[in-house]
């Protein structure tokens, strides 16, 4: 499990998203969540581009909200090569 969520990361990390730039990380991502159905229900995008979906529980607690910005400080051009070394990951 762990492999497989840093690999998504790492996934993310390489959609180019600078600040004002970050459709097609966005988009990048609703199709991930989209790809989850019908784990993740829900899945759009609003009017401001902040992607957003459901992961419904069993209803009987208090709703949980998980945010995350999307952008990045790198300007469009910057290398996202990443890096293994002797198991740590290293990018820009």
């Known amino acids: 499990m762990i ?3 840093l690999n998504l990361a790492i996934q993310i990390q390489q959609v180019p998203a600078p600040t004002n730039d970050e459709t097609l990380r966005g988009k990048f991502i609703t199709e ?3 790809a989850e159905s019908p784990f993740i229900s829900q899945v759009h995008t609003d009017s401001a581009g902040n992607v957003l979906g459901c992961l419904p529980g ?3 607690g208090a709703p949980l909200i998980i945010s995350a910005h999307m952008d ?3 300007p469009l051009d910057t290398e996202l090569t990443i890096r293994n070394e002797r198991g740590r990951v290293y990018g820009p």
């Open 3 to 5: 492999n497989k969520l």
């Open 32 to 34: 991930k969540m989209q």
């Open 72 to 74: 990045t400080v790198f």
């Open 58 to 60: 069993s209803g009987q």
